[in-house]
């Protein structure tokens, strides 16, 4: 089974950017859409983008027009990349690839804003 790892997280102050890496141990052509989640400290895990093996993408409206999601074939890897970071944004981010038989989730990376 392909296995996820994300990597990119930190601590960032507000108004900043990170960029996530969710990369894959195989192709990433092996799941039909990959996820990213995020859980902020105490609250249930939420779904922020979407990117399908077509290229269609989809971002959380409490994300819109700041995070965006990419892949890299190449790479085997899917990005979040976050701007115009805010507080309220931190969380644990997690990636999930899927197909109709497979849900495979990374272990996630912390990301922090604060000043």
């Known amino acids: 089974q392909v296995q996820l790892a994300e990597s990119g997280g930190g601590m960032v102050q507000p108004g900043g950017s990170l960029r996530l890496s969710c990369t894959a141990s195989?192709?990433?052509?092996?799941?039909?859409?990959m996820r990213w989640y995020r859980q902020p400290p105490g609250k249930q895990r939420e779904l922020v983008a979407t990117i399908t093996s077509a290229g269609v993408t989809v971002v959380a409206a409490t994300v819109q027009g700041r995070f965006t999601v990419s892949r890299d074939e190449v790479q085997n890897t899917v990005y979040l990349q976050m701007n115009t970071l805010k507080p309220e944004d931190t969380a644990v981010y997690y990636c999930r690839g899927q197909t109709s038989q497979i849900d495979s989730w990374g272990q996630g990376t912390q990301v922090t804003v604060s000043s």
């Open positions: 195989g192709s990433i052509f092996s799941f039909s859409v």
